[in-house]
């Protein structure tokens, strides 16, 4: 039961997803941090402090927690744009590549092994060829020269 458990989490693919989730936490601090310190202070200079800070309404005038932030949406769309580039170009698409780089030097269409039916073709095509000098020879089956009896 135990080997069985582990040869699961020892696969490729539940390994490399364990590598990316803790990757992509690490990565999403920086990329919050850099949207909050750098972009946010930005699209400020265009809308004022903060711009997107408090961007919403509420629903009940006396009650604050039926704001609705829009700010917060927009920062979180920006995170995940962000995230979401810089992993496919930095990380996915360099991947994909050295992948595919891989594929072409294992095996090269030209020398890629024969299939079943050649192979089989090129047993026929020997059977064929064995049969014919066979038969040239006189067979390997022939019938032998008659000795004459010298009884007689």
Do not use: C, W
Not at 95 to 109: A, S
Not at 120 to 140: F, N, V, Y
């Amino acid at each position: 039961m135990l080997g069985g458990f582990k040869k699961f989490l020892l696969r490729g693919n539940v390994v490399d997803l364990a590598v990316a989730v803790v990757v992509g936490a690490a990565f999403t601090a920086i990329v919050t941090a850099f949207t909050n310190k750098i972009i946010q202070p930005l699209i400020a200079v265009l809308g004022g402090d903060h711009a997107t800070a408090g961007l919403g309404f509420k629903i009940l005038k006396d009650n604050p927690a039926t704001f609705l932030d829009f700010g917060a949406v927009i920062s979180a769309a920006i995170n995940f744009i962000l995230v979401a580039a810089i992993i496919y170009f930095f990380i996915v698409l360099p991947l994909n590549t050295l992948t595919d780089l891989r594929k072409t030097k294992e095996i090269p269409e030209s020398e890629a092994p024969p299939s079943e039916i050649e192979l089989l073709e090129q047993i026929r095509d020997l059977l064929a060829a064995q049969t014919k000098a066979a038969s040239a020879q006189g067979g390997l089956h022939a019938a032998a020269p008659e000795k004459s009896d010298p009884s007689f």
